[in-house]
């Protein structure tokens, strides 16, 4: 069974920096592509980032030259590093396991302008 706990979410205002990560279990993470969404008040989720197994990374055009993802293997670990955060990044954040449907309980990043 696949878990995915987020943490590392707050109020931050426009122009800061939060960095989140995801603890994943239940799988093998260093075989799986692991990815990031976000959904905002009112909207529907929305794919924010991706890394594969091997490191490739592939970005939302929203998100592109602000937000890094990255992954350590040795602590089963998805990052999102962000920065210059506009009000407009605002909503619970998401990790996933690219080919699996499950989701964890998402954290939550308020940036205010």
């Known amino acids: 069974q696949v878990q995915l706990v987020e943490s590392g979410g707050g109020l931050v205002h426009a122009g800061g920096s939060l960095r989140l990560s995801c603890v994943a279990s239940?799988?093998?993470?260093?075989?799986?592509?692991m990815g990031w969404y976000r959904q905002a008040p009112g909207k529907q989720r929305e794919f924010v980032a991706q890394?594969?197994?091997?490191?490739?990374?592939t970005y939302a055009d929203a998100v592109k030259g602000r937000f890094t993802i990255s992954r350590d293997n040795a602590k089963n670990t998805v990052y999102l590093q962000m920065v210059s955060l506009k009000s407009e990044d605002t909503g619970v954040y998401y990790c996933?396991?690219?080919?699996?449907?499950?989701w964890g309980q998402g954290t939550q990043v308020t940036v205010s302008s």
């Open positions: 239940g799988i093998i993470f260093r075989l799986r592509a």
């Open positions: 996933k396991v690219i080919t699996n449907n499950s």
């Open positions: 890394i594969t197994a091997a490191g490739s990374v």
